[in-house]
């Protein structure tokens, strides 16, 4: 069965400063995989996908992440962070062959933003 | 597109109870998916659906819950006889059939005294 950790359990960052979270992911061939966002009490908002093809995809609201197949990860980055931004980021994975089973999500990283 | 919604928002129940939730998907959105998340952790996928086929079922979804899709549009997801564990977040989200990026529902918040 497919996994997904989230090293970080809480990463703070200074407002305009560059932001990465980690993700790694277990699966035994190519997986799809998705960064979601989450403002508290709300659904989640996806960020980005891979599918397949470029290994850099980017996503809405200046996030980007990088697909590494030798090091199994899939690490989202934004190049200058806003207050907005706060909010609980989590990275999911879906297994190949038409989306069927649900989606596995890591347990997520909560960003503070310091002004 | 008005997205996925979800009704009730939040959900106050006495254990014991039986509670219903709603989910409208994304209008020409075939599958259908149901997540419950608790506090601190992601989603935890519990069953889907292929228009009102459902397909699939998580070992998290006991005897106690059910899901249905009777017309391929809404769903419904109903937790009989509630117990304390259950209180938690479900969501809802919708995808194509032959896409994979799943789109949610701002969820339904269910806290069982």
């Known amino acids: 069965a497919q996994s997904v950790t989230q090293p970080d359990i809480h990463i703070t960052v200074s407002e305009g400063a560059s932001l990465e979270l980690r993700c790694n992911y277990s699966?035994?061939?190519?997986?799809?995989l998705f960064w979601y966002v989450q403002s508290p009490g709300q659904g989640l908002q996806l960020l980005l996908k891979y599918f397949s093809g470029d290994t850099l995809v980017q996503g809405i609201k200046g996030f980007e992440a990088e697909f590494k197949r030798s090091q199994s990860s899939f690490n989202l980055r934004k190049p200058s962070v806003h207050w907005s931004d706060a909010a609980e980021y989590f990275c999911?994975?879906?297994?190949?062959?038409?989306?069927?089973?649900?989606?596995?999500f890591g347990k997520g990283t909560h960003l503070i933003i310091q002004p | 597109d008005t997205g996925v919604s979800q009704d009730p928002r939040h959900k106050i129940t006495k254990r014991g109870q039986n509670v219903t939730f709603r989910c409208d998907p994304i209008s020409e959105h075939n599958r259908l998916y149901w997540y419950r998340q608790t506090l601190g952790q992601g989603p935890e996928f519990l069953t889907y659906f292929q228009n009102e086929a459902q397909l699939e079922k998580s070992r998290l979804l006991s005897d106690r819950f059910s899901a249905e899709r009777p017309k391929g549009s809404f769903s419904t997801l109903e937790i009989q006889r509630t117990e304390q564990g259950d209180s938690a977040m479900y969501l809802c989200?919708?995808?194509?059939?032959?896409?994979?990026?799943?789109?949610f529902g701002p969820g339904t918040r269910l806290t069982v005294t």
């Open positions: 699966y035994g061939a190519t997986p799809y």
């Open positions: 999911a994975v879906g297994i190949t062959g038409g989306g069927a089973d649900g989606l596995t």
């Open positions: 989200a919708s995808s194509i059939a032959d896409g994979y990026e799943q789109y």
